[in-house]
Nanobody
Framework: LVQLVESGGGSVESGGSLRLSCAAYGYIYSSYCMGWFRQAPGKEREGVATIYTGGGSTYNVDSYADSVKGRFTISQDNAKNTLYLQMNSLKPDDTAMYYC???????????????????WGQGTQVTVSS
């Protein structure tokens, strides 16, 4: 059983920063992707950023949504089993519930679409005011 627990959300003004954390409990896979996704009211859940881990190493596969490139950074501390999302220059359009998720991935990377992620956290709310 895998449990993902997000934290770090909150309310900030436009231009501000937040860092989200996702603590993972339990064994995931030997080769897997973890990602951040978000869902705003009335909109579909969308991918924000993903990162791949396999063979004992973690690789940023540069899978950022165009809307967050240059502003958000995904990272992972394997020793702490924790995934992070550093969000800078936040905009009101970034307001959403943010989720972390995990999915099996083939060795070498290639993170799947959001439908293939089978472990999800409960979400943490990010609200950006103008």
């Amino acid at each position: 059983l895998v449990q993902l627990v997000e934290s770090g959300g909150g309310s900030v003004e436009s231009g501000g920063s937040l860092r989200l954390s996702c603590a993972a409990y339990g064994y995931i896979y030997s080769s897997y992707c973890m990602g951040w996704f978000r869902q705003a009211p009335g909109k579909e859940r969308e991918g924000v950023a993903t990162i791949y881990t396999g063979g004992g190493s973690t690789y940023n596969v540069d899978s950022y949504a165009d809307s967050v490139k240059g502003r958000f950074t995904i990272s992972q501390d394997n020793a702490k089993n924790t995934l992070y999302l550093q969000m800078n220059s936040l905009k009101p359009d970034d307001t959403a519930m943010y989720y972390c998720a995990a999915a099996w991935a083939p060795y070498g990377g290639g993170c799947p679409s959001k439908e293939r992620y089978n472990y999800w956290g409960q979400g943490t709310q990010v609200t950006v005011s103008s």
